[in-house]
């Protein structure tokens, strides 16, 4: 026997080695960080941050719906068709820190891609935009250098006026980055004012003092942005965190379903990690669904209505109701008698129709004698009209 071929004993070792030999382990999926959801005409837009697992050009996503694989796409919010509303606090009130806004904003733009858009809206009354929109880092930085300090702040009027802005961008790819001092937008509720923003695709991002973090973290974070604290005083290349944040921000793209509200799965294979979650997609904007108990009362005030109906039908059909001054018979309403005078009390106040008192008249429109009430529409007859 050759020295080469294994022996016996030898092979049942390998084969026992073999039999204990550990898998490789594939771990697991992480829930997706999702950020936020936009419904918006037949495309729905989920913002997700994947900054702790940054995809890569092999990266795929799958999103499944009923069982069923939809197209979707990958893209990051940060790219070529990029479309950035830059909103600086230039109130009276805000002058002390507006340099380090125009800084902090100017370096923003030149990080940005060279191909991205850009619009100015100090934030003071009233409401305007600096000039026409810039492509590029250049004629941005230039325009900024122009904005004053002056006025009073209008934060809610130059938001509503931000979130229009770059209307023939794709929802996800306009961006509203604003910079203050104010501790919020003039009262606004900080959902209503993340709905809107949301409702419009429009992304907020907003940079601030940290005591205004409560309300700016709400209004921002219901819209995929985020809030970025700023110290005091502002220290510039602290806001360089903003493009950082802002670029682990990614948008899953696929076709609205159908019948909303809808649950699908969305996958992103990023190579390692694998982020995987359900994602509720709403109905669109202006089309809110009712609670399920407005429909029970829906069907409750139909059933009500037949039945009304039914009822009405069948009264119409037994013809008119006969009113005696005693219990009736079969198929004939009764009234219980009037109390007679001479049961020892008093004699009762003579009755008074519409028509007054007066003697009994064989025309039954004629008025009522006193003593007796009439009910309109009943037809009376002579024989009621006997003596108890």
């Known amino acids: ?62 999103v499944v719906r009923d069982g069923t694989a939809q197209p979707a796409r990958l893209e990051p919010v940060v790219a070529d068709g990029l479309a950035v509303t830059l909103v600086v606090d230039a109130s009276t009130a805000g ?16 990080a940005a891609p060279s191909s991205a858009q850009a619009v100015i809206i100090p934030d003071r009354a009233p409401a305007a935009v600096v000039g026409p929109a810039q492509r590029g880092s250049y004629g ?10 002056g006025g009073d702040r209008d934060t809610a009027a130059v938001l509503d006026l931000a979130q ?26 900080p959902d209503r004012l993340a709905a809107r923003f949301r409702d419009a695709g429009t992304i907020l991002v907003v940079v601030g003092t940290a005591a205004a973090a409560p309300y700016w973290s709400a209004a921002a974070t219901g819209t995929g942005g985020f ?30 379903p159908p019948r909303l509200p809808a649950t ?32 029970w009362v829906v069907a409750g005030g139909g059933v009500v209505l037949v039945v009304a109906v039914m009822v009405l039908l069948i009264r119409r059909a037994a013809g008119p109701a006969v009113v005696t001054g ?39 429109m004629s008025p009522p004698a006193e003593g007796r009430a009439v009910v309109p529409g009943a037809t009376i007859h002579p024989e009621d009209d006997r003596p108890a």
């Not at 050759?2 to 550990?22: K, Q």
């Not at 806001?239 to 950082?244: G, S, Y």
């Not at 990023?270 to 429909?295: C, H, L, Y």
């Open 1 to 62: 026997m050759s020295s080469r071929t294994p022996t016996r004993p030898r092979l049942a070792a390998l084969a026992l080695a073999a039999s204990f030999a550990i898998p490789l382990a594939v771990p697991p999926a992480l829930p997706l960080p999702v950020a936020a959801t936009i419904t918006a005409g037949p495309e729905t837009t989920v913002v997700v941050d994947l900054s702790s697992g940054p995809p890569t050009t092999s990266s795929t996503v799958t």
């Open 227 to 256: 809030f970025a604290p700023a110290g005091d005083p502002v220290v510039v290349p602290a806001l360089d965190q903003v493009e950082t944040t802002l670029s682990g921000r990614y948008l899953v793209r696929f076709p609205t």
């Open 95 to 110: 002058a002390a820190t507006l340099p380090a806004w125009l800084s902090a904003a100017a370096r923003f733009m030149l």
């Open 164 to 189: 229009r802005q770059f209307p023939a961008v794709p929802a996800g790819r306009r961006v509203v980055l604003l910079y203050t001092t104010a501790a919020d937008a003039g009262g606004s509720d």
């Open 326 to 364: 005693t219990s009736g018979g079969p198929g004939r309403a009764s009234v219980p008698a009037a109390p007679r005078g001479d049961l020892g009390g008093t004699a009762d106040p003579p009755l008074t129709g519409a028509y007054g008192a007066g003697p009994r008249s064989a025309n039954p």
């Open 140 to 149: 941005t930085i230039r325009a900024l250098n122009a904005v004053q300090a």
């Open 264 to 295: 699908v799965v969305v996958s992103v294979d990023t190579g390692e990690p694998t982020f995987t979650g359900e994602v509720r997609v709403g109905p669109r904007p202006g089309e809110r669904s009712q609670p399920v108990w407005i429909w």
